[in-house]
């Protein structure tokens, strides 16, 4: 398996311009969710998704949007990239969303480098 | 909202000490705790977690201890080495993440 795959690693953007960041898993995981990375500010959720189909927005949610059509696939787009988006994306998936009893560790994939100018 | 608190946000032990870094939650249905080690440049791994019917969980030199009443959960590690320098995160309900301890292990 090659767990949570995203690409790119690194992008450099102007303001304005608009990007999709990928993320897939191939472990069959319900459960998927973006994360961006600031320093001192730890991980914070973007958008999440316990199944295909369906999506919810997470503590930073503007100015991003999310699909689920597949299970394997959870895009990230940026419809129109600000400076204040520059950081660093984590995307991670687990078997089973949080608070439920069959509970289990999110895998994360390692991470889109993003700079916009 | 819900709402994880971590702290300290940096922590320099020496190597042998033994190093504790605590969270709080608001959630009271919080039921899944992680702990996550991220090395520089690198991504998040989990490295213990521990569910809300056990109050202690141990792996070697690593525990996590949990207090659902006062909604608040630890991470201890004893005998700290060099290798265990990086930024420790926990989380709780819904994923949400505490902001992160900076711990530094010197030799």
């Known amino acids: 398996n090659a767990g949570v795959t995203q690409t790119p690693k690194f992008q450099v953007l102007k303001t304005g311009q608009s990007m999709t960041l990928q993320c897939a898993q191939d472990?069959?995981?319900?459960?998927m969710s973006w994360y961006r990375q600031d320093p001192g500010m730890g991980l914070r959720l973007i958008h999440y998704?316990?199944?295909?189909?369906?999506?919810d927005q997470g503590e930073v949610p503007n100015g991003y949007n999310v699909s689920r059509s597949t299970t394997e696939d959870f895009p990230l787009r940026l419809l129109s990239a600000a400076p204040s988006q520059t950081s660093v994306y984590f995307c991670?998936?687990?078997?089973?969303?949080?608070?439920?009893?069959?509970?289990?560790?999110?895998?994360f994939g390692d991470g889109t480098r993003l700079s916009i100018l | 909202g819900e709402n994880v608190e971590q702290h300290p946000s940096t922590l320099s032990v020496q190597e042998g000490d033994s190093a504790v870094i605590k969270c709080t939650y608001s959630?009271?249905?919080?039921?899944?705790f992680p702990w996550y080690k991220q090395e520089l440049g690198k991504r998040p791994q989990l490295i213990i977690d521990?569910?809300?019917?056990?109050g202690e969980k141990k792996d070697q030199r690593i525990a996590v201890t949990l207090n659902k009443t006062a909604k608040h959960f630890s991470l201890h590690i004893t005998e700290t080495q060099p290798e265990d320098s990086a930024v420790y995160f926990c989380?709780?309900?819904?994923?949400?993440f505490g902001t992160g301890t900076r711990l530094k292990v010197l030799a």
């Open positions: 521990i569910r809300s019917n056990v």
């Open positions: 991670a998936s687990s078997y089973a969303p949080p608070g439920s009893h069959s509970n289990q560790p999110q895998h």
């Open positions: 959630d009271s249905a919080s039921n899944y």
């Open positions: 989380a709780a309900y819904k994923y949400i």
């Open positions: 998704s316990v199944g295909a189909g369906i999506t």
């Open positions: 472990m069959n995981h319900e459960y």
